[in-house]
């Protein structure tokens, strides 16, 4: 095989930041955009964004680089509660290099893990990403 697996790292320095983004989670929709550092193999918070939809969210990702997103999202359930439901996203476009998909996808289940998130979603084109969709799939665990 030619195409060797390239582990990258976790910092300790991003679990604490997700620590602080968890605990003030109980904000409308919350999202951490999350990137691996290519040079350095290391995963690295690009970004967090308050009170954004998920359709925002979408207009934020790159059109031809993967992303993973930590989103907190304000869900009312059909008897009128609230919940703020913690949801891992992995957006991998098409058509990107090999080895760059090799490296997020590597990453993904290691990186939901350390931040101990359980609702794992994949998207493959931001268009899919829509509030619909997110009830949709959160339907699941509800």
């Given amino acids: ?10 910092p300790d320095e991003l679990k604490a930041q ?15 955009m999350i990137k691996i550092d290519k040079e350095r193999l290391e995963v690295e918070v690009e970004d967090i964004l308050e009170q954004v939809t998920i359709e925002e969210l979408a207009d934020e990702l790159p059109a031809a680089t993967p992303r993973f997103i930590a989103y907190s999202y304000l869900y009312t359930h059909s008897d009128g509660r609230k919940s703020f439901p913690l949801v891992f996203i992995f957006f991998c476009p098409p058509g990107i290099n090999p080895s760059l998909n090799m490296m997020y996808a590597s990453t ?4 939901a ?11 493959r084109d931001a268009d899919e990403l829509s509030e619909e969709w997110l009830k949709k799939k959160l339907a699941f665990f509800t």
């Fill in 1 to 10: 095989m030619s195409g060797e697996s390239k582990t990258c790292t976790i």
């Fill in 18 to 32: 997700f620590r602080k983004f968890k605990l003030g989670k109980n904000i409308e929709n919350v999202a951490m």
């Fill in 108 to 111: 993904k289940q290691r990186l």
């Fill in 113 to 123: 893990n350390a931040l101990q998130i359980q609702k794992i979603f994949d998207v």
